[in-house]
């Protein structure tokens, strides 16, 4: 690994309470993301996870507690800090991240246009160096998202997420709706661009092959709070229902066994069939 973590924070959640009306999503939640790793961000359906990072990210102030940002609180940034803090995130959503009336390149030129006032033509220029970074071809620059597989469509969502080159990737159920050989080809893509570029990864997700293959360690939302953050050893053996019946089950094993049979850093990413 290139770029191993460092044990430097540059996320750190305190207390953080979050609520809609009466429900209450989290509470006393703490968290720490470290510089350089990628986070697994797991727990049952419905626990908060994806409030969570937009709670970090800035999408959803919390009603109580501290988020810290590279130091920074981020309930105490004015807007232009604020705006200057964002350019250092990258962001995939869950639901698709890409304008469907306009093609690839200017997809991802739009941030560099907007946020890094670029000129279209750089923009576009670096909007295709992302899309190679990303393991798709160059024709693929003039494509449309409707015309794209769903795995090109990922990668194409995270060429995206680093256009600006940040500093921390929030990834939302990056993998979902990938088939099995898709899935870990994003999953090798993922390590490998870290591995590169060095950006840290809170990685919401609830596939078990991709917490195994690229995780270095991973927080597990229960009981509305973090019940705990560890490596995938020390948290698969964690005394609580959930983790055992999730790490533990059918489909743990398989993940487990199918990791240990392959190595965990590869040197390029492979390119999945482009259907
Ligand atoms: N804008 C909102 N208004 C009201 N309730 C919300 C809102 N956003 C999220 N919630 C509630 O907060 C809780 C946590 O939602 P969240 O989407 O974070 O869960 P999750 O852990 O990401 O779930 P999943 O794994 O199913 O995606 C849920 O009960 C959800 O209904």
Redesign the pocket.
Known sequence: MVNAPRHETVIRVRGLV?R??S?S?HEALDLELLRGEILGVV??????????L?SIVGL?PPDEGRIEVFGQELAHLSSRERAQMERRFGVLF?QGALFSSINLQENIALPLIEHARLSRADAEHLARIKLSLVGLPPQTALQFPDSLSGGMIKRAALARAMALDPDVLFL??PTAGLDPIGAAAFDRLLLTLRDALGFSVFL?T?DLDTLYATCDRVAV?AQKRVLVADTLDKVATTEDEWIQDYFHGPRGRAAQQAVSQQPRHLSSPDQEPQS
Not at 43 to 52: F, I, N, R, Y
């Open positions: 979050n809609f009306g429900h999503v727990g049952g359906s419905g626990t908060g996870k994806s409030v969570l937009r959803k869950q939302d159920e919401v609830h939302l």
